[in-house]
């Protein structure tokens, strides 16, 4: 069949969670046997989101292909069990360099280069070349920002061109927000025919349109939605403020929008979508009742999205394992000697997260020396391993001034070091050790009982690595580096084994914990705290 091209686009405000209907629709379609895959874009200039901080777009995700991207394709991934790659993230930058290189070449024989037709050229190509390469039937592309900006104006004309192209192969889902006014006790549309206005001022009419809600809202309202908006009334759907985001495909099917996608792209179809696996999940979800406290020690914590990844994969290992999970964000900053019983006790497990630079480092070897101490379940990950790691020297092999190259350039105890390939790179934009690289690990140890295999595959955004000088007296002294990669024995895991539970991996198996496939690793460490919860409330 023809490859499909849905669009979502958002209006009236941000943050109502058009990566979330791209998933949902996404895993409906999925479950009713098509082919399907999502791609952002990114009205930004900057090539991809590998350089910005935290604070202003949330957690950088990487794919298996070593693109750091936006965190929406966390989100497609873990609605929809594929993997994502550089494709499926573009950003204004990356249009605009591809069409700047193609000019230096001489490609454009002469011309003068424009925003119409070059640009949206551009945007165009990068559509349909997932459509084309796959064979997908379905190419859902999400447009970041909302209608209106100055910024999206050239990702909404290729939208434009395209529907007029494709005809019925491509349909636009738009999704606005329908306020509560609580002086007035009403809920208002008019913000809503506003975003559609705007829509349809730059050539575009959505064919569905989602409102989010924290109200239901009526029939005769979303009627009304749809005669000033040019949309049949069936197409106009809800999205109400759900329990948890996995709930919304459920939301969605109930009101036939996958059934609505399909009629109006002409794509035959038969039966329901099967949903038994999904289900079994939120029904897991849904009977959970007895809680499991995690401690995320990170320098972020005031911050909702910094730890996504990490956030869904704990609730996932948490739900298949029928706990309902706390999460606690510990700052690592505020963290001391003097506070850290405190800060800590009475959690389950305790993760330390990533992070680059020298800012809550110190707090997170107070935290390390606690859990270690005593003996709480206990994940560091990325920099969180690398924390491990200067922790053990530290304290218990004698090396108190011992750190990473990245934190103290002058340490005389390097345990934790710039890689090799590291030392020329002099940018900083996509030049990290990224993506997936394979990993061996040693049998016998927790972390292959935990993966049922030895030979495992992670993804990777690193520049600094265990330090190979110390690997016999980390070894000696009980810390054992159990996982390493097989061409250039990069330390990829350590392990105490004296503990119950304290694993650091220099990977980040945060990343590819979907919801249909938990990560075994955070599956393990939830039992792990689970056993020492029951063990805590026998005494
Ligand atoms: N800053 C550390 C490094 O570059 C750890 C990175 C991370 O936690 N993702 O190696």
């Known amino acids: 069949m023809d490859t499909r091209y849905i669009f979502v686009t958002g209006g009236v405000v941000s943050s109502l969670g058009k990566g979330i209907i791209s998933s949902s629709i996404a895993r409906l379609l999925l479950s009713r046997g098509f082919n399907v895959t999502i791609q952002k874009f990114d009205p930004y200039i900057n090539i991809d989101p590998g350089t910005l901080n935290p604070y202003e777009h949330g957690e950088c995700y990487v794919t298996v292909d070593g693109h750091e991207a936006d ?96 005809g019925n192969k491509c349909i636009c889902v738009h999704l606005t927000y329908v306020p509560y006014i609580n002086a007035a006790k009403e809920m208002k549309t008019k913000p809503t025919q506003h975003s559609v206005k705007q829509l349809q001022q730059v050539g575009i009419q959505p064919d569905i349109l989602v409102l989010r809600t924290e109200h239901d809202i009526p029939v005769n309202m979303r009627r009304k939605v749809a005669q000033f908006c040019n949309v049949s009334p069936d197409a106009v759907i809800q999205s109400i403020d759900a329990p948890t985001i996995y709930e919304v495909p459920l939301m969605m099917h109930e009101q036939h929008l996958d059934n609505i996608i399909l009629e109006k792209t002409s794509t035959p179809y038969t039966g329901e979508p099967d949903l038994t696996k999904w289900n079994h999940f939120l029904d897991k979800l849904r009977s959970a009742k007895d809680e499991l406290t995690i401690a995320l020690v990170g320098k972020y914590v005031e911050l909702q999205d910094a730890y996504k990844s990490i956030d869904e994969s704990l609730f996932q290992a948490c739900t298949y394992n029928d706990r309902k999970l706390v999460i606690k964000y510990v700052s690592s900053e505020r963290l001391t000697d003097a506070n850290v019983d405190q800060m800590l006790s009475g959690h389950d497990g305790v993760i330390v997260a990533p992070g680059f630079g020298q800012r809550g480092t110190e707090g997170k ?13 206990t994940f560091g990950i990325c920099l969180g391993m690398q924390s491990m790691v200067v922790e053990y020297a530290r304290n218990v092999m004698g090396m108190p001034d011992a750190n990473s190259v990245e ?24 030049t990290m050790r990224l993506g997936a690289y394979a990993c061996r ?44 990669n097989p061409q250039t024995h990069l330390v990829e895991v ?46």
């Open 71 to 166: 965190l929406d394709l966390g989100h497609y991934e873990r609605f929809t069990n594929i993997k994502t790659t550089r494709a499926n993230n573009i950003t204004t930058g990356r249009v605009y360099q591809s069409v700047i290189d193609k000019e230096r070449r001489g490609d454009y024989l002469g011309k003068t280069v424009q925003i119409i037709p070059h640009i949206t050229d551009e945007i165009k190509r990068n559509v349909k070349l997932l459509g084309n390469k796959d064979n997908y039937d379905f190419v859902i592309t999400e447009i970041g920002g909302t209608v209106g900006d100055i910024e999206s104006l050239p990702f909404l004309e290729a939208v434009r061109q395209l529907r007029w192209e494709l």
């Open 365 to 377: 070897f107070v935290a390390l020396k606690w859990c270690r101490e005593h003996d709480v379940p």
């Open 494 to 539: 350590v392990e105490v084994p004296s503990c119950r539970w304290y694993i650091g991996t220099q990977y980040h198996p945060e990343y590819s914990s979907t919801v249909l496939s938990p990560h075994p690793l955070f599956l393990s460490f939830i039992r792990a705290a689970i056993d020492y919860h029951n063990e805590k409330h026998k005494q």
């Open 441 to 484: 690990l040693t049998p016998g140890t927790k972390v292959a009982q935990a993966y049922g295999t030895l030979d495992i595959e992670e993804r990777h955004r690193h520049r600094f690595e265990f330090n190979d000088e110390y690997r016999e007296a980390f070894e000696q002294a009980g810390m054992l580096c159990v996982g390493e």
């Open 407 to 430: 934190l103290d350039p002058k340490t005389p105890h390097n345990v934790i070091d710039l890689m090799e390939e590291q030392k020329s790179i002099t940018n900083l934009g996509g």
